[in-house]
């Protein structure tokens, strides 16, 4: 009973999930930060190879801004290698800018738009609402042990797989960044 003579009830319990915001080009990414295991400046990434190795382990790298068609920065101050790693499979990530970590409820994240109606419904999570704009949540199983991952390791990545939506009308055909 409280002070007014109301019974007290526990709030219901509502799952959260952690993201990373991250920046390739003018694009926020949201990744589940299960995923993450660490950042690295371009000073700690040292020599540049396709592989990193931190702590004895392998980190092959992942062009993702690449296979979605974006346009990196050159390297800055800001320029981050995330570090993921999932059921055994790591990979590294380069990014633009570390936005920052976010918490919310999984009932903010919003569902992708109907125009999403093909396999792009498997790369992505939905839309969070970040600031000002709109980070599009990755789906870890589709970004290191499905789509991303081919027989030698990761996928082939000269095919690229464009962030647009799959509509084939005018206004929509030449892609539109979420």
Known sequence: ???????????????????????????????????VQG????????????TLTVQGQEYPSLDLGGQLGLAQAGDG????????AQAGIRAHIRVDRVHGLVEIEQTQV????CQFRNEERNWYVGLILYGDGVAVGLDSGWLLSGGMQGQGGLQDQRQ??????????DTLGKGIAC
């Open 160 to 169: 690229r797989l464009p962030l647009r939506l799959s509509d084939a009308s």
């Open 77 to 84: 101050q800001e320029t981050r290698m995330v570090l993921l």
């Open 110 to 113: 919003l569902p992708l738009p």
């Open 1 to 35: 009973m409280s002070l007014r003579g109301h019974r007290v009830g526990t709030a219901a319990h509502v799952a959260s999930e952690r993201f990373l915001i991250v920046g390739i080009g003018r694009q926020l990414f949201a990744l589940s930060a299960e995923l």
């Open 39 to 50: 950042l690295l400046t371009i000073e700690e990434r040292g020599f540049v190879s396709a």
